[in-house]
C-alpha cells in the first residue's frame, strides 16, 4: 500500500518532487508505547514532563497537563539513534524522501534521570542527525515545534526550522500576528538554518498581504489547497 501511495504522490498527475513523512521528536505527540511487541529493546519506559514556573506562567497547555498525568513513551537516549535508524530505514525503503521531525520541544522537559535537560536533547538530536545522514540524500529533515534554545544550539546539521506557531486558517485575527511573528523569528533563526513560514490559503482575499510578504522573504513555506485523486 505504501508504495501505490507513494506512486501517486510522485506521479504527473500531483507533480509532486520529494515526499517526506511527520514523526515527532519522540516517535509520536504522546512518544512511543513502552509495552508494544518490538519495543523492547529501545528500553522505553513512561516518563513525566516537567515545565518550569515561567513557561507555565506564559503559556498553560492542556497537552503537558495530560503527559504531566499519563505520562509520554519515552526511548532511552543511549537506544533512540537505533530508533530513528530503524524508522529512517524502511520509510528510505519505500521511496520517502526525508522527514519532518515535530514536537521537540517536549524533549527537553524529560530530563530528569537523564542528564538534564541539556543532556537528553542533546542526546536526542545528535541521533537524529546522524540517522538522517545515514538514510536520506540532501540533509532530509524540517525540524518542528523547536524554539527551546537547548534545541536549536543542539541541532548542528539540520538546515530547515519552522519559524511560525500554528496558522488558523479560520482566525482571520490571527492572520497579521502569524506573519509578524514569522518575520521575528527569522531574523534570529536565518542566521543558522534556513527559516520555514509554514502555510497559507492562496484562496483567502487577506493572504494577498501574506503571499507577497513570503516572496520578499526568501523563506521557504508550504501550500495546501484541496486536490480530487
Known sequence: MHYCILYVLNSDFLMGRYVYVWHALAGYWGGV?????????????????????????NQPDVVMDSLAVHGLGLVHPKKVFDFYNELHAYLASCGVDGVKVDVQNIIETLGSGHGGRVSITRSYHQALEASIARNFRDNGCIAC??????????????AVVRASDDFYPHDPASHTIHVSSVAYNSIFLGEFMQPDWDMFH?????????????QFSFETFHVIENMSI
Open 33 to 57: 508505547k513502552p509495552a508494544a511487541i518490538g519495543m523492547e529493546h529501545y528500553d522505553t519506559s513512561l516518563a513525566y514532563p516537567t515545565h518550569s514556573p515561567g513557561v507555565l506562567g
Open 202 to 214: 492562496v484562496s483567502r482575499i487577506e493572504n494577498n498581504t501574506l503571499s507577497v510578504n513570503l
Open 145 to 158: 515545534m523547536c524554539h527551546n534554545t537547548d534545541g536549536l544550539y543542539s541541532a548542528k546539521q539540520t
